[in-house]
């Protein structure tokens, strides 16, 4: 199905031509740059979608999940599947490494939207305290190839690039604690976990990304319904199945200025371990990722965790 912005393309881009044509004969150029369709676009699609939330909400939660998982930074779109035989399901994912001088090692995860550079902050803290990590790129996101992929499709080939590798921990920022959690039952093997400003469910991100987008709220029950028989899954499951399994293992840190994931998400997961999270003022989502506070407290649970392990 062919949306608005598509449909409209051909003619813009025709009055674009005339437009900067005329310019030049005349002299008159616009302080506008040529072919900047950005803002238009993002308002045919809204428009779209609430027509779609309107007359056919199934198709409209259909469309809202396919841009969801095909949004990449700079508000870039992948507009399809890619499947190449070179970046396949297994196949290394770029990443950085930074070795530390304790036997600790972890796995951070970035979130949506993101690559691993939203996160360096906190590896580079972490392995100046002698922690080593592993920040890889989301596969389809950052230097991996570009791939729209589900979330339990990134989670599987997160387990298998590292498939046979054990981690002290996992640290997820935002929407990558929903991976995490995927990984793990996709066979990711973790002794710990660590949520920075993450999501309870898959279900509650989907939420808050019709809040943000500007969708209707009438289309969350048919695009959980849709996810649920898209991956055969529950997404008010995706997340709290792994959480339960952390009793003990499981630190949930948030910013009390987080407006994107709510900190009353954090209080959610922490509940399901039997914890309490920690919540640190005067910071919010991207900024507590350089918070001493945060490094502080990973540190001190990947050290209890591991003297904890030693005692053993």
């Known amino acids: 199905m062919r949306m608005l912005f598509e449909l409209a393309l051909p003619g813009l881009c ?21 072919f900047a369709f950005r803002a238009l676009r993002g308002r045919m699609e809204r428009k779209e979608i609430a027509l779609l939330a309107r007359f056919a909400p199934e198709r409209g939660a259909r469309v809202v999940l396919s841009r969801f998982e095909g949004m990449r930074p700079g508000g870039g779109r992948i507009r399809q599947r890619i499947w190449r035989p070179d970046w396949r399901q297994g196949a290394p994912l770029a990443q950085r490494s930074l070795n530390g001088a304790s036997p600790i090692r972890v796995l951070l995860l970035h979130g949506w939207n993101a690559d691993r550079r939203m996160v360096m902050p906190l590896a580079e803290a972490l392995a100046g305290a002698g922690i080593a990590v592993i920040v890889p790129d989301l596969p389809g996101e950052g230097d991996n190839h570009a791939e729209r992929l589900s979330f339990a499709e990134k989670a599987q080939r997160l387990a298998r690039a590292y498939e046979g590798q054990s981690f002290d921990a996992v640290i997820a920022h935002s929407a990558g604690a929903l991976v995490a959690a995927l990984a793990i039952e996709a066979g990711l093997d973790s002794k710990g976990l660590v949520t920075v400003c993450g999501h309870l469910s898959m279900a509650k991100m989907l939420q808050g990304y019709l809040r943000v987008s500007g969708a209707s709220p009438d289309l969350l029950a048919p695009l959980l319904s849709w996810y649920g028989r898209r991956d055969g899954e529950d997404p008010r499951q995706v997340g709290p199945r792994v959480y339960r399994r952390f009793p003990g293992r499981l630190l949930v840190v948030h910013a009390s200025r987080d407006w994107q994931v709510p900190p009353a998400e954090a209080h959610e997961i922490a509940a399901l371990a039997a914890s309490r999270p920690l919540i640190l003022d005067r910071c919010n989502h991207h900024s507590i990722l350089s918070d001493q506070r945060l490094q502080g407290a990973v540190v001190a649970f990947l050290s209890r965790n591991a003297n904890q392990k030693s005692a053993v």
């Open 14 to 34: 025709l009055a674009e031509t005339l437009r900067c044509l005329t310019g030049a004969v005349t002299g008159r150029r616009s302080p506008r740059p040529p």
